[in-house]
């Protein structure tokens, strides 16, 4: 089962994926951590590589690319903006979640990561969404703010990961069945079938 995670830069993403998939006990992607490795192999910044990437199509194709790929053969949680529309272009069974927060939210917690002041990073994530929205257009057609394609959207503003993540696992253990992720096993005693058809003549 694959399991998507979206959102723009300081949405909360990245620490959902990687407390979900510690959850769940399935392995996390990160293809912006994937790119911000690529940009430091190409001598540039995030912000610059970006700009480059729209210039060179090639390089998002590539990276995606390979990522389907991995998707196909892997149970994992893929985390990136285009996670979920890479899901529904190459028709993958996925679980489709964006996670979202206000600007200001979202330029506080660049700011404490980068240690630099609150409107240097308003500024340099407003640019980055607007370059990114830009470049996808471009490369895939698609426009990140449509938003349609996601089957849950969480709201990140004033609530923690942990708060996340526990209504995320909530949400998902509702799922239809033959969507439902697979959780770490835990021994449980034997039911006689006796037992089992008694427990379907209640429903």
Known sequence: MLITISGL????????????????????????????AMAKKYGMDVVEFGMYA??????????????????????MILQGRLAGWMAVQHNLSAIKIWIGASPRVRAERVAK??????????????????????????????????????????????RSVEWVVSSLVKTLS????????????SPQPKRSPLRKRRSKSRK
């Not at 509702?174 to 096993?185: D, Q």
């Open 9 to 36: 830069s300081g949405s909360g993403k990245s620490s959902t994926a990687k407390a979900l998939a510690q959850k769940l006990c399935v392995p996390t992607v990160d293809i912006g951590e994937i790119f911000r």
């Open 113 to 158: 990561r980068q240690s630099v002041p609150v409107r240097e990073a308003a500024a340099e994530i407003k640019k980055r969404d607007q370059d990114n929205r830009i470049r996808y257009l471009q490369t895939y057609g698609l426009d990140l703010q449509d938003l349609s394609i996601y089957d849950i959207t969480v709201q990140t503003d004033g």
């Open 174 to 185: 509702l799922w239809p069945k033959k969507h439902k992720i697979p959780r770490k096993p």
């Open 54 to 75: 729209e210039a060179h199509p090639e390089i998002d194709r590539k990276l995606d690319a390979a990522m389907v790929r991995r998707a196909k053969k892997e149970e």
